[in-house]
């Protein structure tokens, strides 16, 4: 009597309303597991329509050309002879529902519909999905007649329901469901069950793939049974990076793990175990075995089928696996690199430019595409035909081989330092440097005189002419020299740099064109996309500026976003290829957390891979490319003081540093985002927590201090976050405004009230200390 199972799961690269692509992969996942033996093949998340469609899935025809992939997929002979479950959405009496939908040769054997359904964070299912409520409990659904016509089936079992083959029992949970404090699988494996599958929707986070294999093995730890994870890969077409990491359990351990970080758009695990040792291992756990005799049972779908042979005494056994994990550094240089490969491939763009500066965060973004090349390369190497023709696509070029990745790198990144009178030397040496050893197509040039032309537009205007700090002017007239507010006037006070924070400025993550002129200018291009990034009928820097404008010091900042756009779209012209740009951006977490940027310029790129990735995190990453990858010129951008280079020079060296513009240190604001964010404190609950953490370094008042800056700027710069430019998320505390931070952009930004909490307890600890002097005195 056979008891040996083959089961498979999947990792697939759909993508949101790609049915035709969808539909391949799908099938391609099924041939595959098929040629591996397997009976069983779990799919992942809303696979057929792919999982991030939002708004779509209110339209009829998601959900009518979902029906047409299922029917395509049920009419398929290379769906013949396994079980295949796969996710869309269903309506069923006017509601729709994320369901599971598992069939075996041409007829349907059930609909599993979710029961807990993701909404918080970046996930918004209960915006278009209803939970299934009711548990242990189904009801007929009527197919449509398209599907009738190829079952034969008029109605088939909808609901919570499990599955019973002639050898063993499948359940699903789908998900949310495994993180749930009470997940379907504790219910169902104490009613016998022993297969649960899993289809996921789960995107990449910093460290995350730890609690996801936790929650696994213990559900098996605890309860017994094989379990498989299936999940979405790939960008999906926002700012999600889904990243695999399909795995299969039993009994504790795992004994298949796929990649995290891949470029294949399928893949397929597949594990050979044994029913009898998921049977042994429940037998002598006698509290399970007490709670399952007194379990409510499932309703069963009977299936005649096994997903065993007759005869497997001979056939070998998966062995069990250690899982491997990446360091937090490893994962950003596979993720965002993956994401990027993902959204140039599909936005049929010709490569990427970024504005380089020489800081760190300019200088990990050009790396993370180097990361890129060099998995493509590998990726080739390893006999992948989709990314080979993919890449043959994107240079336009039938015959050619990537190689090496940084001649490929010289291909599709084309970096620019963009100099003015506040660059120094050393950061264009730097940019310069990197561009070399990565490859790039490097660029230098001078944004002076686009600068001096925008200014004398104002002169003109209104016979004044703004000058620095250091050359007498006011702090408006600095900050708007900084950010060449001129260029793009915004309303009122949409850049004020109030609460000391000058570093409006791009900060010196994006790719804070510091690099050239502003070496910290502008850096990631700003508009709404490639060819959108003009500011009136022509461009501003052919206008001259008049012989008797002198300027101390160029303004600059939004002045590169312009000329950023401008060399993405004819760069490739001028040098006689096809194609157009997508423009890199480079501003880190805790520089958008604090609004250490400017809008419409560093802010404004088509997308941002660094967006997500604090600046701590960043320089672990740059170390780790340093020795990887052998480019020794990020040593020295690694031990240089951070700055945006928008005011003048003293004495020929950089006057500013980012950290002092914000009054606020890299390794202070990623402590204040998690607690704003993810411990979810406003002002004076953050202050009581860091009066305890930060007790031994910082009194009360300095404490008290720190948060009342922290808010300030945060609130005045809350604006920012509207318009940042579409980037990878990597972490939880991320400000990004699009759906993940849903917080008001108009602030009261004395905070009176709370500020004033926060001083009624600072006024009583200091009373109590100087009672407590007294009394020793």
């Given at each position: 009597m056979g008891r040996k199972v083959t089961v498979a799961t999947c990792a697939l690269n759909q993508w949101a309303l790609d049915f035709e692509g969808n539909l391949q992969r799908i099938l391609k996942s099924i041939e595959i597991a098929k040629h591996k033996g397997a009976r069983y093949r779990l799919g992942p998340e809303l696979e057929i329509c792919g999982y991030g469609c939002w708004d779509h899935y209110y339209e009829s025809d998601t959900l009518l050309h979902s029906l047409q992939v299922l029917a395509a997929l049920l009419e398929s002979p290379v769906t013949q002879d396994i079980i295949c479950d796969v996710g869309m959405p269903i309506m069923h009496r006017n509601v729709r529902y994320n369901c599971r939908v598992i069939f075996l040769n041409r007829k349907i054997l059930l609909i599993r519909p979710k029961m807990a359904l993701a909404n918080e964070g970046n996930y918004r299912e209960l915006r278009w999905f209803t939970p299934w409520s009711r548990s242990r409990q189904t009801e007929e659904y009527f197919l449509p007649r398209m599907i009738q016509d190829l079952t034969k089936q008029e109605t088939v079992p909808f609901g919570d329901t499990v599955l019973s083959t002639r050898d063993t029992c499948i359940g699903s949970e789908v998900c949310e469901e495994l993180w749930t404090p009470h997940s379907p699988h504790v219910d169902m494996g104490l009613d016998g069950v022993e297969i649960f599958t899993n289809a996921s929707g789960s995107h990449h986070v910093l460290r995350k793939a730890h609690a996801r294999v936790d929650l696994v093995t213990m559900a098996t730890t605890k309860n017994g049974g094989i379990y498989l994870l299936a999940n979405q890969k790939g960008c999906d077409g926002d700012r999600l990076y889904y990243d695999g990491c399909a795995l299969i359990a039993m009994n504790g351990s795992i004994f298949a793990q796929g990649s995290q970080f891949s470029l294949d758009d399928v893949e397929v695990l597949t594990a050979t175990l044994d029913l009898e040792d998921v049977r042994s291992y429940r037998a002598e756990i006698s509290s399970r075995n007490l709670a399952a005799s007194r379990v409510s049972p499932y309703p069963r779908v009977k299936v005649d089928f096994a997903l065993s042979c007759h005869e497997d005494?001979?056939?070998?056994?998966s062995e069990p696996v250690e899982w491997k994990y990446h360091s937090p550094a490893e994962e950003i240089s596979l993720g965002p690199a993956c994401w990027l490969w993902d959204f140039l491939r599909r936005s049929q763009q010709a490569g990427f430019f970024l504005p380089l500066s020489g800081g760190v965060d300019s200088g990990a973004t050009a790396c993370l595409v180097y990361s890129m090349c060099h998995q493509v390369c590998e990726a080739v190497k390893h006999g992948s035909q989709e990314?080979?023709?993919?890449?043959?696509?994107?240079?336009?070029?039938?015959?050619?081989?990537?190689?090496?990745?940084?001649?490929?790198?010289?291909?599709?990144?084309?970096?620019?330092?963009?100099?003015?009178?506040?660059?120094?030397?050393?950061?264009?040496?730097?940019a310069r440097d990197l561009a070399q050893q990565i490859g790039s197509h490097h660029i230098g040039l001078n944004i002076d005189p686009a600068v001096k032309a925008a200014l004398g537009i104002f002169s003109l205007v209104t016979g004044k002419s703004p000058a620095f700090a250091a050359h007498g002017g006011s702090s408006r007239e600095s900050l708007a020299l900084q950010n060449v507010q001129v260029i793009l006037p915004s309303s009122a006070g949409s850049d004020r740099r109030d609460h000391g924070l000058p570093r409006w400025l791009c900060s010196p993550v994006s790719p804070r064109p510091r690099a050239l002129v502003l070496p910290s200018l502008w850096l990631s291009a700003g508009a709404h996309?490639?060819?959108?990034?003009?500011?009136?009928?022509?461009?501003?820097?052919?206008?001259?500026?008049?012989?008797?404008?002198?300027?101390?010091?160029?303004?600059?900042?939004?002045?590169?976003?312009?000329?950023?756009?401008?060399?993405?779209?004819?760069?490739?012209?001028?040098?006689?290829?096809?194609?157009?740009?997508?423009?890199?951006g480079s501003?880190?977490?805790?520089?958008?957390?604090?609004?250490?940027?400017?809008?419409?310029?560093?802010?404004?790129?088509?997308?941002?891979?660094?967006?997500?990735?604090?600046?701590?995190?960043?320089?672990?990453?740059?170390?780790?490319?340093?020795?990887?990858?052998?480019?020794?010129?990020?040593?020295?951008?690694?031990?240089?003081?951070?700055?945006?280079?928008?005011?003048?020079?003293?004495?020929?060296?950089?006057?500013?540093?980012?950290?002092?513009d914000m009054g606020v240190t890299y390794a202070e604001l990623s402590v204040y985002g998690r607690l704003r964010k993810i411990a979810k404190m406003g002002p004076y609950s953050m202050f009581c927590k860091l009066l305890y953490v930060w007790k031994d370094v910082c009194t009360p008042r300095q404490v008290a201090d720190k948060v009342k800056?922290?808010?300030?700027?945060?609130?005045?710069?809350?604006?920012?976050?509207?318009?940042?430019?579409?980037?990878?998320?990597?972490?939880?505390?991320?400000?990004?405004?699009?759906?993940?931070?849903?917080?008001?952009?108009?602030?009261?930004?004395?905070?009176p009230w709370q500020f004033r909490c926060i001083e009624t307890q600072v006024l009583q600890l200091e009373r109590r200390q100087h009672q407590d002097l007294d009394g020793v005195d």
């Open positions: 005494l001979l056939e070998p056994l990314v080979l023709a993919d890449v043959r696509t994107i240079v336009n070029q039938t015959s050619y081989t990537p190689q090496d990745p940084r001649e490929l790198c010289g291909r599709i990144l084309t970096t620019c330092y963009m100099a003015s009178e506040n660059s120094s030397r050393e950061t264009c040496n730097r996309g490639v060819g959108e990034g003009t500011t009136g009928s022509r461009p501003l820097w052919t206008l001259e500026a008049p012989a008797s404008l002198k300027l101390s010091c160029p303004p600059e900042a939004r002045v590169r976003m312009v000329i950023a756009y401008l060399f993405a779209q004819l760069s490739l012209w001028s040098r006689g290829a096809p194609g157009r740009l997508l423009v890199l501003a880190n977490v805790d520089e958008s957390l604090l609004g250490y940027l400017t809008k419409y310029d560093c802010s404004s790129a088509d997308i941002n891979p660094i967006g997500g990735i604090s600046k701590t995190d960043l320089r672990a990453f740059v170390q780790l490319c340093m020795e990887r990858f052998q480019l020794p010129a990020l040593q020295s951008i690694l031990v240089a003081p951070a700055t945006a280079e928008l005011e003048p020079l003293a004495h020929g060296r950089v006057s500013q540093t980012d950290e002092e800056r922290f808010f300030s700027k945060y609130s005045t710069n809350r604006h920012k976050m509207t318009t940042l430019t579409p980037a990878y998320h990597a972490e939880s505390y991320s400000p990004d405004d699009n759906r993940f931070d849903l917080r008001p952009f108009l602030y009261n930004t004395r905070w």
